[in-house]
C-alpha cells in the first residue's frame, strides 16, 4: 500500500500537470487563432500568459524546495517551463511532453515531422524549429542523440536557447504546496476561458 508522501506527491503532480496542460492549450488556442486577433490583442495575450508561466515557475521553485522526492517527479516540468518563458521552447505539445518526460513521444512526433517534411505538409522553418526543440528536450532528459542529430542541433540553435538556464537543486517545500497550487489552478481557468472567448468572438469582460 501506498505511503501517505507518495499519495500526496501523485496528487500534487497530476495537480501541476493539469494547470501546466491549461497554460499550454492556451498558448496553442492564441496560436491557432492568431489570425482572427489583431497584433497587439495578439502580443498582450501571449504576455499575460508567459507572465502566468513565470508566476507557475516561481510556486514551483518554492514547492521544491527542500524536498528531494519532489526535485525529482518535478525536475522536468520546471526546466519545460524555463524553456518556455524564455522563448526558447516556442511549440505548446513539445513543451507539454518535455514536462511530462515523455521521450518516446517526442521521437514519435519527430518521426511524424521527418514524414510531413517530405510530402510538404511542414514547411523547413516550422521543422527546423521544432526539431531543436525536440532535440533539446531529448537531451535534457538525458536521452542519446546521434551525431546527425547532435550536429544538426548546434548548426541551429539559437540565441533564445542560450537563456534556458538549468534548473537549481535550492528549489522549498511544505504543508503550503496545495493552496498555492490551487490559486494557479483558479487564474488559469479564468484566462485560458477568455481566450477561448475571443477566438470565438464572444466579448470577455475581465473581472476587476
Avoid at 487563432?33 to 502580443?43: G, T
Avoid at 505539445?93 to 510530402?119: N, S
Wanted: hydrophobic share 40%; proline share 1%.
Amino acid at each position: 500500500m501506498a505511503s501517505r508522501g507518495a499519495i500526496e506527491t501523485s496528487k500534487l503532480k497530476q495537480n501541476l500537470e493539469e494547470q501546466l496542460d491549461r497554460l499550454m492549450q492556451q498558448l496553442q488556442d492564441l496560436e491557432e487563432c492568431r489570425d482572427d486577433l489583431d497584433a497587439d490583442e495578439y502580443e498582450e495575450t501571449k504576455k499575460e500568459t508567459l507572465e502566468q508561466l513565470s508566476e507557475f515557475n516561481d510556486s514551483l521553485k518554492k514547492i521544491m524546495s527542500g524536498n528531494m522526492t519532489l526535485v525529482d517527479e518535478l525536475s522536468g516540468m520546471q526546466l519545460a517551463i524555463q524553456a518556455a518563458i524564455s522563448q526558447a521552447f516556442k511549440t505548446p505539445e513539445v513543451i507539454r511532453m518535455f514536462a511530462k518526460k515523455q521521450p518516446g513521444q517526442l521521437r514519435t512526433r519527430l518521426a511524424e515531422m521527418d514524414r510531413d517534411l517530405i510530402v510538404g505538409k511542414l514547411g523547413r522553418d516550422v521543422y527546423t524549429q521544432q526539431k531543436v526543440e525536440i532535440l533539446t528536450a531529448l537531451r535534457k532528459l538525458g536521452e542519446k542523440l546521434t551525431p546527425d542529430d547532435e550536429t544538426f542541433l548546434s548548426t541551429n540553435a539559437g540565441a533564445a536557447l542560450s537563456q534556458f538556464v538549468r534548473v537549481s537543486s535550492d528549489l522549498g517545500s511544505g504543508d503550503k504546496v496545495f493552496a498555492l497550487a490551487s490559486f494557479e489552478k483558479a487564474s488559469l481557468f479564468s484566462s485560458s476561458w477568455c481566450l477561448m472567448a475571443v477566438c470565438r468572438g464572444i466579448v470577455c469582460q475581465r473581472e476587476g
